[in-house]
Nanobody
Framework: VQLQASGGGLVQAGGSLRLSCTAS????????IAWFRQAPGKGREGVSA????????NYRDSVKGRFTISRDNSKNTAYLQMNNLKAEDTAVYYC?????????????????WGQGTLVTVSS
């Protein structure tokens, strides 16, 4: 099982990025997906999660209204659209998956992890 995260980069505050998480070795239809991030010197925190069907989503408070999680099961890919980025969003972003209908935003809930993609927001 592999999760490949991509789409990170350097962006100015107020800008946008879209992260992608493509899975191989599993049928993503059966997996809940989440995005986590880890800023320098800090712990890994849950950002957003989406159910296997895509119907249920949740977000940490600091990104509500700015980030949107989605998935395209036909492409075995999940996305995180990030708008109005702030300097405090700077982090390595990881996607994670678990064989379940829904999961929350705790890292212990997820079995499979991608390698991370760096997002740097300049102020």
């Amino acid at each position: 099982v592999q999760l490949q995260a991509s789409g990170g980069g350097l962006v100015q505050a107020g800008g946008s990025l879209r992260l992608s998480c493509t899975a191989s070795g599993i049928n993503l239809d059966d997996y809940a997906i989440a995005w986590f991030r880890q800023a320098p010197g800090k712990g890994r925190e849950g950002v957003s999660a989406i159910s296997s069907s895509g119907i249920t989503t949740n977000y940490r408070d600091s990104v509500k209204g700015r980030f949107t999680i989605s998935r395209d099961n036909s492409k075995n890919t999940a996305y995180l659209q990030m708008n109005n980025l702030k300097a405090e969003d700077t982090a390595v972003y990881y996607c994670a998956a678990d064989y379940a209908t829904t999961r929350g935003l705790h890292r212990s809930e997820y079995r499979y992890w991608g390698q991370g993609t760096l997002v740097t927001v300049s102020s």
